[in-house]
Nanobody
């Protein structure tokens, strides 16, 4: 079992910044990809940013230049630095990770989500 725990959400004014963190724990042998998704009310869950074990990253067009994803492999942690936040960034942000457990079984896990609200 692999668990993901997010933190760092909250209420911020337009133009402000937040930093999300997500720690993976459990029977982890290796983690391949880690990323962030978000879901606003009435919308489908969408990719925000993702990073692979080799360091490559990809971003949704709507956040390019404003958000930055980073990763600390030693801590099984992924971060999302969000700058110049807009009201349309308001959503529940979910952490996601995939890899292999210590039993050599593949896993793909989701966190419970953290609310980000951008409002004046």
């Amino acid at each position: 079992q692999v668990q993901l725990a997010e933190s760092g959400g909250g209420l911020v004014q337009p133009g402000g910044s937040l930093r999300l963190s997500c720690v993976a724990s459990g029977s982890i042998l290796s983690i391949a990809g880690m990323g962030w998704y978000r879901q606003a009310p009435g919308n489908e869950r969408e990719l925000v940013a993702r990073t692979a074990s080799g360091g490559s990253t990809n971003y949704a067009d709507s956040v390019k230049g404003r958000f930055a994803i980073s990763r600390d492999n030693a801590k099984n942690t992924v971060y999302l630095q969000m700058n110049s936040l807009k009201p349309e960034d308001t959503a529940v942000y979910f952490c996601n990770a995939d890899g292999r457990t210590t039993s050599w079984l593949p896993f793909r896990s989701w966190g419970q989500g953290t609310q980000v609200t951008v409002s004046s």
